[in-house]
């Protein structure tokens, strides 16, 4: 049986551990948006596996295990079914240790195998590890097919640890479909172990009723941002990892002002350990960050510390910025690269991961080395000084969301039916 003759919509099991809950509504945007649209053409139900261990409720709100054992064991999220497993883990495990967790994250699936029999067409690992490995075992267990998506730091980081790369090779191996979201990516996952004809690109998209050229003036009025100079932004985790270190020395050498004597000004969406570096970086420069502080008026800039914000209020920040500005040490292909060039706004970016595979430097954003904020002050001062071709942002423009589940789902129905199901057997 191939996917044009099924007469029933595809069954999807997908199992991963990154995914909103409702302790934490607003992480892995991407991932609801991109099983949003796929529910809209399958019958899909998420096991999305909490960390556990003993003990782990007497933590309470210091740790995020401690806060996550208020998630449900079941949910509903924009209408799909959600059951959230405890899944065992070792805290602290790192790189060496890191091999027990594999098993661990199964045994916590193990209690709904005998509910989720008979009941699906092909599981989905979305993560490399520990997640693909532990859906790769629980789809044997269920006699289905499975294939594996990956995202950025599972790839780049995570499955290169010497201890975890023979389990990642061995699930990549025999896997029906290794998927990947830019093609240095897909090139990783080869690399990994995944067979070449079975190792497919899968973008990711955007929504692109939010994403989308808007009125800069009416955005920062909008958000209370300053109306008078230039705005620099980033969207993301606020951890080292993401070279906010960098972005902060990079904007202090800058010295605040632009070409002409304009403002520059940094707006920082998101909320991560490094938070507290922001917030002493913008006391720093005399005026707090915060919504709504001030209005630019001086000479220098200021830093806006906008903290975790929702999909609509990152698209009207995108809308209000001058170009967006993520200097990773390690990426996939970040959505707010995608999101940015949707909203025909310049990226800084470095030339890490997917990112070269989508920002086309000097046309649609610069590129530069991670961890070099000397350069990144460099291109941040080009950036704002040159005018930008909204035709090469329309060129560029990455896929919407219903069309990335599309292509999604035609993978998972070839895993499912067609040939790679008898090819990884």
């Given amino acids: 049986m191939d996917e044009d003759r099924s007469t029933r919509p595809l069954r999807v099991l997908w199992v991963t551990r990154i995914f909103p809950n409702r302790v934490e509504p607003l992480s892995c945007a991407f991932q609801r948006q991109q099983l949003a649209a796929l529910s809209r053409r399958c019958a899909v139900e998420v096991l999305a596996a909490i960390p556990y261990h003993p003990g782990v409720s007497l933590l309470g709100e210091r740790t995020r295990p401690g806060r996550l054992t208020a998630v449900p064991a079941r949910d509903e999220i924009d209408g799909v079914p959600v059951v959230h497993p405890r899944a065992p883990y070792l805290p602290g495990a790192g790189s060496v240790l890191a091999p027990v967790n594999a098993p661990l994250y199964l045994a916590g699936l193990l209690p709904h195998v005998p509910r989720l029999r008979g009941r699906f067409d092909v599981v989905l690992g979305a993560w490399l590890y520990p997640d693909a490995c532990a859906a790769a075992l629980l789809a044997r267990m269920l006699g289905l097919p499975y294939a594996v998506k990956a995202h950025g730091t599972d790839v780049n980081v995570v499955a290169r640890w010497r201890s975890v790369r023979p389990l990642v090779g061995g699930a990549l191996r025999s896997a029906a ?27 990711n998209g955007v929504d692109r009723a939010l994403f989308r050229p808007g009125d800069r003036r009416v955005a920062r009025r909008e958000l209370g941002l300053p109306e008078r100079g230039r705005i620099v932004t980033f969207v993301g985790h606020v951890s080292r990892e993401k070279g906010i270190r960098e972005l902060l020395r990079a904007f202090e050498a800058l010295g605040g002002g632009g070409a002409g004597g304009e403002p520059v000004h940094l707006v920082v969406v998101g909320d991560g350990p490094e938070r507290g570096a922001v917030e002493q970086a913008a006391a720093r420069t005399g005026r707090a960050g915060g919504r709504g502080a001030g209005d630019g008026r001086g000479g220098r800039g200021r830093i806006v510390v906008a903290g975790a914000r929702p999909l609509a209020d990152v698209a009207r920040f995108l809308a209000a910025t001058d170009l967006l500005a993520l ?19 310049p990226v800084v970016a470095t030339g890490v991961g997917g990112i070269p595979d989508v920002v086309e430097s000097g046309r649609t954003g610069l590129l530069v080395p991670p961890r070099d904020a000397g350069a990144l002050c460099r291109a941040l001062r080009e950036a704002l000084a040159r005018s930008w071709d909204e035709r090469a942002f329309a060129e560029a423009a990455p896929p919407s969301w219903e069309e990335s589940a599309e292509a999604l789902r035609r993978v998972l129905a070839r895993a499912a039916f067609g040939r790679a199901r008898r090819a990884a057997a």
């Fill in 177 to 203: 479909y290794s998927i990947g979201v830019s093609r240095p990516m897909v090139e990783a996952l080869v690399a990994l172990g995944a067979p070449e004809d079975r190792a497919v690109l899968v973008r």
């Fill in 327 to 345: 200097p990773s040490w390690a990426e996939g292909t970040p959505n707010v690269v995608l999101e940015a060039l949707a909203a025909a706004r």
